[in-house]
């Protein structure tokens, strides 16, 4: 038995062939397109990933400088009180001792503000 399709049959399928094959092709396009995105993407991602590194590295040298200014403050603060206390400065030195002091504490409080602000 033999099959006898129209031309405008044949012409049709052709036609929905053709179509089908277009729109394969737009979306390989498309598939293209995203994955050169995507590849993008990932190297602006791996350079964004290295300056967070950076900085977090730069952060915590911060970090750690700030809080050995805050321990050497304290440091000072603790002597002068231990001078104060065994009596070994002269009225002048007392005076002193107490304008650096203030004068320390005023700095602790500025290095903890600071400190407080970088780690938050």
């Known amino acids: ?3 006898i399709y129209s031309t405008k049959y044949l012409e ?23 994955q050169q995105e995507l590849k993008n993407l990932l190297t602006h991602n791996e350079y964004l990933e290295e300056i967070h590194k950076d900085y977090y590295k730069y952060n915590n040298i911060i970090i750690k400088q700030k809080q050995e200014q805050i321990h050497a403050l304290e440091a000072l603060d603790k002597y002068i009180k231990e001078l104060k206390e065994q009596n070994q400065l002269t009225q002048y030195n007392i005076e002193d001792a107490k304008y650096e002091q203030q004068e320390i504490m005023k700095e602790l409080h500025m290095l903890k503000y600071s400190l407080d602000k970088i780690i938050m």
């Not at 052709?14 to 390989?28: A, F, P, V």
């Open 12 to 34: 049709e399928n052709d036609n929905k062939l053709i179509n089908i094959q277009q729109q394969i092709e737009r979306k390989k396009q498309m598939l293209l397109k995203k």
């Open 1 to 3: 038995m033999k099959i």
